[in-house]
Antibody, heavy 122, light 106 residues
Framework: QITLKESGPTLVKPTQTLTLTCTFS??????????VGWIRQPPGKAVEWLAL???????RYSPSLKSRLTITKDTSKDQVVLTMTNMDPVDTATYYC??????????????WGQGTLVTVSS | DIQMTQSPSSLSASVGDRVTITCRAS??????LNWYQQKPGRAPNLLIY???SLQSGVPSRFSGSGSGTDFTLTISSLQPEDFATYYC????????FGGGTKVEIK
């Protein structure tokens, strides 16, 4: 059974850097075809993809946020870390991590973590 | 970036209704299209991948179709537990999600 759980601060100040950790179990991020992604959802709004890292360390970022994001993996700890710099109140959202499967060029997120609400306020 | 436009943004339906949600891509994405269901306060859940493949454990009343730029998610007979928001996602290039369709009780 695959599970993922997000952890990190619930409150950050404007201009600070956010660091979120996704701790997972039930799979290895060294297995071919496996990835972990981050997705966020502002209150009452749609989901937005942020970043994705694959087993081979291939990293992908949302073009609109690429300059602010860094995604890394620690295979030995079964963790993926997302950092987002220069936080702003508009970045207030629930942040999810999710398992990504890659098969025959198709890919999808399943399952997702429970999410963690991050509020940006002074 | 490829833009994904869902329609309608919301709809009201009754239990037992057939419901169709549309997702349109700004350019051809072949069949690189996934559908997710999100209930209030919960994380999204995968329903359909690769446009029409039903994820394991998902009821057969859900189906997906389409290719190129136009895709549909159909719920053949709406059940009480299906009232939720539905999102499409394209995986042809840099990932993007649609704006969501909220299915409400009529």
């Amino acid at each position: 059974q695959i599970t993922l759980k997000e952890s990190g601060p619930t409150l950050v100040k404007p201009t600070q850097t956010l660091t979120l950790t996704c701790t997972f179990s039930g799979f290895s991020l060294s297995t071919s075809g496996v990835g972990v992604g981050w997705i966020r959802q502002p209150p009452g709004k749609a989901v937005e993809w942020l970043a994705l890292i694959y087993w081979d360390d291939d990293k992908r970022y949302s073009p609109s946020l690429k300059s602010r994001l860094t995604i890394t993996k620690d295979t030995s700890k079964d963790q993926v870390v997302l950092t987002m710099t220069n936080m702003d109140p508009v970045d207030t959202a629930t942040y999810y991590c999710a398992h990504r499967s890659l098969r025959d060029l198709q890919s999808w997120f399943d399952p997702w973590g429970q999410g963690t609400l991050v509020t940006v306020s002074s | 970036d490829i833009q994904m436009t869902q329609s309608p943004s919301s709809l009201s339906a009754s239990v037992g209704d057939r419901v169709t949600i549309t997702c349109r891509a700004s350019q051809s994405i072949s069949r690189y299209l996934n559908w997710y269901q999100q209930k209030p306060g919960r994380a999204p859940n995968l329903l359909i991948y690769a446009a029409s493949s039903l994820q394991s454990g998902v009821p057969s009343r859900f189906s997906g179709s389409g290719s190129g730029t136009d895709f549909t998610l159909t719920i053949s007979s709406l059940q009480p537990e299906d009232f939720a928001t539905y999102y499409c996602e394209q995986s042809y290039s840099i990932l993007t999600f649609g704006g969501g369709t909220k299915v409400e009780i009529k």
